[in-house]
């Protein structure tokens, strides 16, 4: 309980290639490179198996996509249980909430440990595909 005050009352600079962030707490409040996010450009990237791949882990209100997984935390009621900036740093840095996470830090680029070839250096998404999806996930409400 103690951990989880200090964590609130926290400010860090989380580096990302892109630049810095600020944690605050458990969220980044701040959207990325300022980007504005589309919950209709995010739904897509949430299904995508190119590009998310969110639905090999998630379970979520997508009908259409079958063979969700259910290795992660089901998406539906996620705008409910999480706010946007916890959505975000969810999706930035996974591992900075639960270090033993098995999910990609969707925009980090730096600091990370077998990363194939072609995404070193890169981020899985871009600041604003990456907001995309923290608006998709903030409308699941139940």
């Not at 969810?90 to 990363?115: E, F, H, K």
Request: contains cysteine.
């Amino acid at each position: 309980m103690m951990l989880r005050r200090l964590a609130a009352a926290t400010a860090l600079a989380l580096p990302l290639g892109a630049g810095a962030v600020t944690v605050v707490g458990d969220g980044l409040p701040e959207a990325l490179e300022g980007a504005v996010g589309d919950a209709a450009r995010g739904r897509a990237i949430v299904a995508s198996r190119q590009a998310g791949l969110c639905l090999l882990c998630h379970g979520g209100p997508i009908p259409e996509e079958r063979f969700q997984g259910n290795l992660a935390p089901d998406l539906a009621g996620a705008g409910k249980r999480w706010s946007t900036a916890q959505l975000r740093l969810r999706l930035v840095d996974p591992r900075r909430l639960n270090p033993d996470s098995i999910m990609p830090a969707y925009y980090r680029s730096t600091g990370l440990t077998r990363v194939a070839r072609a995404w070193e250096g890169k981020p899985i998404l871009d600041a604003r595909q990456v907001e995309d999806v923290v608006a998709y996930l903030a409308t699941l409400k139940e």
